[in-house]
């Protein structure tokens, strides 16, 4: 990346509210410096991470920009289950629409009902008061229909945005892989028709290899963090996997690539990043979009280590590969729509997968407890909590169940009950 530059005349031309805008930009770096830049003994190689967060409204969008004016097309999404090859394959550039903080909540109420979960209402938010860049930038955003709130708000968004929306079956039986084969497939016209390119063995093959690359580096950073002591926090690692949905991929991979190689030397000279001891948990649940830091802060803060999220934000989100093997383009379309139904959302019934992959981490990891993260109002989520529940209940496995929103209003009690658990865990542990 180039150096800072003055973005507003591009934030201007984007369409922004630069009010709103500088508003964000404070909110945002203020939350940064507290939640990120006040730790001790981080690794060093999280100063690249550092100037992603610090330029991702300037260079990265002025990248974005760029891009386009070479012809190339910006496509938004909002779930894991959205082929990235694709739109990869076809010259296209993919960006997470996601949004984890309490902006523009207003605005999005004259739209949505109040009790709907906040990352819905967030990224309306972010769109309706005209503050998200990347938004403004896509040239296509792609909904999916996983559960009900995203599905309406897709509806509403079209008045602003052309959207197109992919449907998601509901379970994993063979005819559930014949719809979602389709889905996949007209996703691709719908890809080649707003990039005017074509998908070929070529293009698919590399494209497929470049997104698992980023899977790989990421799967490189979780085993890292299998060591005791953890040689990075929680927060940070949940950091890294935020920033996936938003850089360019290989230059992303090789910045995970070589935070792995400072972990890795890190964890055989068992340096910690917290402090030797602390107990160690998995987050699981909903997903943590950038700058949803607030429960890993209390969690850290109240002295445990968090080793894992089992989350789209996390492994959820790139724990299989496609397979590589692939040499036609109907073989390749196979091994992705295969790859993406291994996806656990809790969108999908049954759904027992997650729950033993929750059981699987919590083992493989050495854990002392987990704590469900559910985002108020996310039926799907808080629901299967009860299945999670039983199965950690019956592993002797403590868990935490934390509900909660984008506000700041319940931080101390949130705190109060992470303390007493992390006291608990403590006990236990020694
Ligand atoms: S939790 Fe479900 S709906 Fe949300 S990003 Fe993950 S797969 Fe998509
Ligand atoms: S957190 Fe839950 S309610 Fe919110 S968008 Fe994801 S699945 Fe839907």
């Keep these: 990346m180039d150096k800072k530059q003055d973005y507003r005349p591009m934030w201007t031309e984007l369409g922004l509210d630069l009010e709103g805008h500088d508003g964000l930009l404070k909110v945002f770096g203020d939350s940064y410096s507290e939640v990120y830049l006040h730790q001790e003994n981080r690794p060093g190689a999280m100063e690249y991470f550092d100037f992603v967060v610090s330029e991702c409204h300037g260079l990265r969008i002025k990248e974005l920009m760029d891009a386009k004016d070479e012809g190339r097309k910006v496509i938004g999404t909002f779930c894991v289950y959205v082929p990235e090859e694709i739109i990869l394959a076809l010259g296209g550039i993919s960006v997470g629409l996601c949004a984890g903080a309490e902006i523009g909540m207003e605005k999005a109420e004259e739209y949505l009902p109040r009790n709907l979960c906040a990352l819905i209402k967030s990224f309306m938010g972010f769109e309706l008061a005209g503050v998200c860049p990347y938004f403004k930038a896509c040239d296509i955003v792609i909904g999916e229909t996983t559960c009900d709130g995203k599905k309406k708000a897709y509806e509403l ?12 079956p509901q379970k994993k039986e063979e005819e559930d892989r014949v719809l979602w084969k389709a889905e996949v497939l007209k996703f691709a016209e719908v890809c080649e028709r707003v990039t005017g390119r074509k ?11 470049t997104v698992n690359d980023r899977r790989r580096a990421q799967l490189r950073l979780r085993g890292a963090r299998r060591a005791s002591p953890t040689p990075i926090s929680g927060r940070d690692a949940l950091l890294v996997n935020q920033i996936a949905f938003y850089d360019n991929p290989v230059r992303f991979t090789g910045s995970v690539n070589k935070l792995c190689d400072e972990l890795e030397s890190r964890a055989e000279g068992k340096e910690s990043a917290n402090g030797n001891g602390a107990p160690r948990v998995v987050v699981s649940g909903c997903p943590m979009a950038l700058p949803n830091w607030k429960l890993p802060f209390i969690v850290e803060s109240s002295g445990a280590d968090i080793v894992a999220e089992e989350s789209c934000v996390g492994e959820r989100g790139f724990r299989a590969l496609v397979d590589e093997s692939g040499e036609t383009l109907d073989e390749m379309i196979d091994n992705l729509v295969d790859r993406y139904l291994t996806i656990d959302c809790a969108c999908f019934t049954p759904n027992l997968e997650r729950v033993e992959h929750i059981l699987e981490t919590a083992k493989e990891f050495g854990v002392d407890g987990v704590i469900h993260y559910t985002i108020s109002c996310c039926t799907p989520y808080m629901v299967e909590e ?11 496995i ?24 992390v006291e608990m865990l403590k006990a236990r542990h020694s």
């Design 157 to 168: 968004l079209e008045d602003i945005k052309e959207i197109y929306v992919m449907e998601l």
């Design 386 to 396: 009860k299945k999670v529940d039983e199965a950690l209940s019956a592993e002797g």
């Design 398 to 421: 403590p868990l935490l169940k934390i509900e909660t929103d984008y506000s700041q209003g319940d931080i101390g009690q949130l705190q109060t009950r992470v303390d007493a658990f």
């Design 199 to 209: 998908i070929t063995p070529e293009n698919l093959k590399e494209a497929i290899k």
